[in-house]
Structures are given as C-alpha cells and as structure tokens.
C-alpha cells in the first residue's frame, strides 16, 4: 500500500483548487500518496475554494467522451444530462464527444457557458480496438481545437452517470482514478483505472500501445494496463478516491460517503460486438 505523509507535509498540504486540504477530516482513509500526492476524499476540500480558484482562472474545462456502436443509444444521453446537473458546475465546458454517427447524437440542453462539439471517429471492428483507440483520437484532438480551448480535459467511460456534484477540486497537472473494484487491493493484485484522468501528454501513452501493437501483443486490459504504466512512470498531481467514480454493484462502504459518478452495470453481452 501506498506510504503516509508526515502529518507537518500534510498540513501545508494544498493546491490552487482546493486551498488547504483537510486530511485530518478523513483518519480512516489514505489521503496522500507515497510521492505525497493528495487522494481527494470528500471532506478533504472546500467545494467553494475551488470553485471560486477556478472562476478567478476564468478556465475552460474538456470533457470528452467515446460512444461508438451501441454504446450511443443506451448511455451518451444519460451521461451528458447528468454532466449538465453536476459536472464543474459554474465554470465553462466544453464537451467533446466521439463517434462513428454524428446525426445520432442526442439534442441536450445545455447550460450558459457549457458547449458540445461532436467529432467524427471511424468505428473500430472490435470493441478492444474502441476502446484502445481513444487515446490516439485524444492525442490528435489536443494537438487540435481541443488542445487550443481547454485548460484541463478529463476524459471518461460512457456507461456511467453522475449523482453529485464533481468540481474543480479534481483538477490538476494530472489527474488519476483510484478504481472502485481495486483500491483496497495490495500492489501484488492491483488494477488501477484509466477511466478518468487529466491529459496532459498522452504520447507515451499512445507509444507503448503502438509498440505493443508492432509487436503483436495486446495488453489485459488494453488502453487501461497502458496509462497504468504511464502512470507508474508518471506520477499523477492528485488522486481521485473511489468516490469520484463508484460502483454501485460493490454495496455500501462506510469510506464512500457521496458518490460522484456512478457506473452502469456492465452489459457486455449486448453491447460488444
Ligand atoms: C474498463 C475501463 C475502460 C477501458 C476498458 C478497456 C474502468 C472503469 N474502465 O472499462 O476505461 O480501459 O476497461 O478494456 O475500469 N466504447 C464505445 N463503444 C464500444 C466500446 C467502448 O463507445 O464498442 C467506449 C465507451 O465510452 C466505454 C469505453 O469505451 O465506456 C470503455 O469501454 P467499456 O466500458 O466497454 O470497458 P470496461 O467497462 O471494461
């Protein structure tokens, strides 16, 4: 498991988001990594801090989101609504979603300051493939339009929603997920996630995939065991506990006080081809 800050680190602890972070609030969960990054637990931070650091910044966040195939039609209209209702809420976002039917992509009703660009993407035979070649779809939209108007893109899994409020205290150089399924795991048996992060340079990224690739390989679970790696190269600014992205399947646990964004349950059988 991840080391415990000294409490005198702790205390000066803090970021442009969240001012001083509260760790103390939380004694029963880690929140400082080993390389004395802060796990956002809720309680941990002032929601108005950061939301009143983000205006100052007069920022623009990125969201971008893949529904390709079937994933469109079940989960992209849910996902945006509930984005609208409690995703950065106050500040300007844009929302960049990726598909193979532009036409299909659902009219909603968005917000003052909150945009949504639609961008075209070539659907992948096999769902793997989807899914591996966001990063690459990412990489070019940074170097574009994206890149040019987000000061922070985060980018998630469709076939989820959100249930409270997700704000600027996630935002940072870069930012990783600590997985639902996984964080109470110890290093011999973990699996940590990729379904959200800050971006910052994916090129690493994307070149450990294409090696992969070149060499006919494919990793356990594709894009995710690669940003795992970038990651343990690259450690994130900040770390999202569970509670930023939850599993309802799991059960209550005392430690997940207020879910963020909830994650359908898996429907693969339907959905990948
Ligand atoms: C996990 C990861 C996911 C990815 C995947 C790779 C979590 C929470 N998520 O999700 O980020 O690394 O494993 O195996 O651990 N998509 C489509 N159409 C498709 C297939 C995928 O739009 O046909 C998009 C969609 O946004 C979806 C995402 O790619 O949410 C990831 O695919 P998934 O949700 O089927 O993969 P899953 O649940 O195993």
């Given at each position: ?7 005198a ?76 209702e ?12 990726f ?10 009703a ?22 591996m070649?966001?990063m ?6 940074l ?23 997700f ?8 930012v990783?997920?600590l ?13 940590a ?14 070149s ?20 795992n ?18 599993s ?18 898996k ?7």
């Amino acid at each position: 498991p991840m080391g415990v800050c000294p409490s005198a680190t702790m205390l000066q602890m803090k970021d442009n988001f969240t001012g001083v972070l509260r760790p103390w609030a939380r004694p029963e969960v880690l929140t400082c990594t080993s390389w004395g990054a802060p796990i956002i637990w809720d309680g941990t931070f002032d929601p108005d801090i950061a939301q009143q650091e983000a205006r100052r910044q007069n920022l623009t966040i990125g969201l971008t989101v893949f529904a390709v195939g079937r994933y469109l039609e079940k989960y992209l209209a849910r996902f945006l609504e509930s984005a609208e209702e409690h995703f950065m809420v106050g500040q300007r976002v844009v929302y960049y979603v990726f598909t193979e039917r532009p036409a299909a992509v659902p009219r909603v009703a968005l917000g003052p300051g909150r945009q949504m660009r639609v961008q075209y993407v070539v659907r992948e035979r096999r769902w793997q493939d989807v899914s591996m070649a966001r990063m690459r779809t990412l990489h070019e939209a940074l170097g574009g339009r994206l890149g040019r108007e987000a000061h922070f893109v985060f980018c998630m899994d469709v076939d989820q929603h959100f249930s409270s409020a997700f704000g600027p205290e996630a935002l940072a150089e870069s930012v990783a997920q600590l997985h639902a399924w996984h964080y109470r795991c110890t290093p011999a048996n973990t699996r940590a996630s990729s379904s959200l992060l800050g971006i910052n340079d994916h090129k690493e990224h994307r070149s450990s995939g294409q090696q992969d690739r070149e060499r006919g390989l494919e990793a356990l679970w594709h894009d995710e065991s690669h940003l795992n790696k970038y990651f343990w190269l690259h450690k994130p600014a900040k770390v999202l506990s569970p509670e930023f992205c939850w599993s309802p399947e799991i059960g209550p646990r005392p430690e997940i006080r207020r879910p963020r964004l909830l994650s359908a349950p898996k429907e693969y059988a339907i959905l990948r081809d």
